[in-house]
């Protein structure tokens, strides 16, 4: 499958700077941009970095990103913030809004891909053909749907090696159908920030969390983290969108639009997901070396999974039927795209 890597990122950034000095060249338009993940965090170097000279290069110097240092509102308030102006681009989670999304869901099942680029790409696809008419972003523009790498069980003291290994463990969960796998599962899931794993981790105050692999190295779990299990496809994903105030993309002119639609959609579907599979590949490396477990679940694990996952996936559809989107072969085109792009190079 082919990306957007680093070398045609740095080219699409190079290859329009000369125009800048044109007698033709335009006033620029500012784009106020922020995030709730730590300055070192992927999304936030994607956006400040990579995605902020696309954006320049493909306006011919038009638009500029302005990242704030310090988002002015928190990830669960970061939707009501983009509508209100106070930012004019930022990506939110819909886990961190319960009962405010109900089709974003149908990214979160567990073995859906081991990789965030094909989920991702295959999640607009099917965005674009189905759940944005049911309007659940009204207030915002949406500019792309995206996931992280996919969700694991992780546990600083105990291996979760099947279903009964689950029974009353308190498990640090990011919402959405995580927190309701979890639930279906047995265990007792605690929604708090990633911010605060280590000391929820650390503190026994958590058993073990629900997370990508990109935790390691960038939140210090590693220190504490020793067990983690995995099953083909993850146990869970999150869903998240990249999202712009209405008010400001309507200023925009025609070009400036044209331009931004260059760098968003499929596009930053694609090196969203990238970046991620990057940072979870990273994960792996530094949990390896600080001497952690990692099991693949056992056939009889999965097919609990597998049992648990059935109801969910029914509710789901029954939840949604009142969206207009026929959820259930929304999400088995979601399933057929993903093994179209696994199949390709």
């Keep these: 499958?082919?990306?957007?890597?680093?070398?045609?990122?740095?080219?699409?950034?190079?290859?329009?700077?000369?125009?800048?000095?044109?007698?033709?060249?335009?006033?620029e338009t500012v784009l106020t941009v922020s995030g709730w993940t730590p300055p070192r965090h992927h999304f936030t170097q994607l956006l400040r970095n990579d995605w902020a000279k696309m954006v320049e290069a493909e306006s011919d110097g038009q638009l500029k990103v302005r990242y704030l240092p310090k988002a002015p509102m928190s990830a669960a308030q970061t939707f009501d913030g983009v509508r209100d102006g106070l930012v004019d681009i930022s990506?939110?989670?819909?886990?961190?809004?319960?009962?405010?999304?109900?089709?974003?869901?149908?990214?979160?099942?567990?073995?859906?891909s081991d990789r965030a680029e094909v989920l991702s790409v295959a999640y607009q696809r099917v965005f674009e053909r189905h759940l944005a008419s049911a309007n659940e972003h009204d207030g915002v523009v949406v500019l792309a749907m995206f996931t992280p790498g996919p969700g694991?069980?992780?546990?600083?003291?105990?291996?979760?090696?099947?279903?009964?290994?689950?029974?009353?463990?308190?498990?640090?969960?990011?919402?959405g159908m995580a927190f309701d796998l979890a639930n279906a599962l047995g265990a007792a899931p605690v929604s708090r920030p990633a911010s605060e794993l280590y000391e929820l981790l650390n503190g026994g105050i958590v058993d073990g969390a629900l997370m990508p692999a990109d935790v390691f190295g960038g939140w210090r779990l590693e220190e504490l983290i020793r067990h983690v299990s995995t099953v083909p496809g993850g146990l869970y994903n999150a869903s998240f969108a990249l999202v712009m105030n209405p008010a400001k993309y309507e200023a925009l002119s025609d070009g400036e639009r044209a331009a931004l639609a260059k760098v968003?959609?499929?596009?930053?579907?694609?090196?969203?997901?990238?970046?991620?599979?990057?940072?979870?590949?990273?994960?792996?490396?530094?949990?390896?070396?600080?001497?952690?477990?990692?099991?693949?679940?056992?056939?009889?694990?999965v097919a609990d999974i597998r049992a648990a996952t059935g109801p969910l996936e029914e509710t789901w559809a029954a939840e949604t039927a009142d969206s207009g989107v026929d959820a259930t072969a929304a999400l088995a085109e979601l399933r057929a795209e993903i093994a179209t792009l696994e199949q390709q190079p």
């Design 1 to 27: 499958m082919k990306v957007l890597g680093k070398s045609l990122i740095a080219a699409l950034a190079a290859g329009t700077v000369w125009m800048g000095t044109s007698g033709l060249a335009a006033a």
């Design 91 to 112: 990506f939110i989670s819909h886990g961190n809004n319960p009962g405010r999304f109900r089709l974003t869901k149908i990214a979160e099942f567990p073995f859906l």
């Design 152 to 175: 694991h069980l992780m546990s600083p003291r105990h291996e979760y090696a099947d279903r009964a290994s689950l029974q009353g463990q308190k498990l640090r969960a990011p919402g």
């Design 264 to 301: 968003t959609g499929e596009a930053f579907s694609r090196i969203a997901g990238r970046a991620s599979d990057e940072a979870d590949d990273r994960g792996w490396e530094i949990y390896a070396k600080a001497g952690g477990n990692r099991n693949e679940a056992s056939g009889s694990f």
